[in-house]
């Protein structure tokens, strides 16, 4: 079955840790996406990508990186200079306007 | 000011109930509407697709657009305790080549047996 893997579903990081969280999909589609959720905020862009080898900062990206090397892959680095990493992640993947997004299933990170 | 505005709630509801969920948003521009239910603990899942204005009906629920006053619901007919969940609305520019959509904050909704 096609889909968006995310893992790990929980993470724990140290202060000054950088952590790397992964999303695979198998559905072909070009565009892929993260967003960071916390209670009350809704869901907030983090970085987006359009085509392997590119990728665009979204509303929130202080502190964040990401690479797409592959079609398939767009793993999000969260660094040391995230102030509050704590939150829901979630990756999603759209093949354009009219499907709307498919979302992983999340990766919940917590400071410890 | 948002560019969409969802009331969070929490919503609670006896099973059986008409449940109605809105959005308002500013920007003319957006011509896809879309809802997302999401389950505690889970990714959000596409619910409902609406181009432009008007309704669509799918089971017992229905997504209404109305462009003129810039505002969005959804209907959930004879709602089930397995409704309980985030719903999150979702739009996005017609004109943009990014499919960037933009989320409402999500409404929790509670349908007690």
């Known amino acids: 079955d096609g889909g968006i893997t995310q893992s790990p579903k929980y993470l724990f990081r140290k202060e000054g840790q950088n952590v790397t969280l992964s999303c695979e999909q198998n559905l072909n589609h070009d565009a892929m996406y993260w967003y960071r959720q916390d209670p009350g905020q809704g869901l907030r862009l983090i970085y987006y990508?359009?085509?392997?080898?590119?990728?665009q900062k979204g509303d929130i990206a202080e502190g964040y990186s990401v690479s797409r090397e592959k079609k398939e892959s767009f793993p999000l680095t969260v660094t040391s200079a995230q102030k509050n990493p704590t939150a829901f992640y979630l990756c999603a993947s759209s093949i354009g306007l009219r499907d709307g997004y498919t979302f992983g299933s999340g990766t919940r990170l917590t400071v410890v | 000011q948002k560019e969409v505005e969802q009331d969070p709630g929490p919503l609670s509801v006896p099973e059986g109930a008409i449940v109605s969920l809105n959005c308002t948003y500013s920007n003319s521009a957006f011509q896809y509407f879309m809802w997302y239910r999401q389950y505690s603990r889970k990714g959000p899942e596409l619910l409902m697709y609406?181009?432009?204005?008007g309704n669509k009906e799918d089971g017992r629920f229905t997504a209404q657009v109305d462009k003129s006053s810039k505002y969005i619901s959804l209907f959930i007919r004879d709602s089930q305790p397995s409704d309980s969940a985030t719903y999150l609305c979702?739009?996005?520019?017609?004109?943009?080549?990014?499919?960037?959509?933009?989320f409402g904050q999500g409404t929790t909704l509670q349908v007690k047996p």
């Open positions: 609406t181009y432009s204005s």
């Open positions: 979702a739009m996005s520019h017609g004109s943009s080549n990014t499919g960037k959509l933009i």
């Open positions: 990508s359009q085509i392997v080898n590119d990728f």
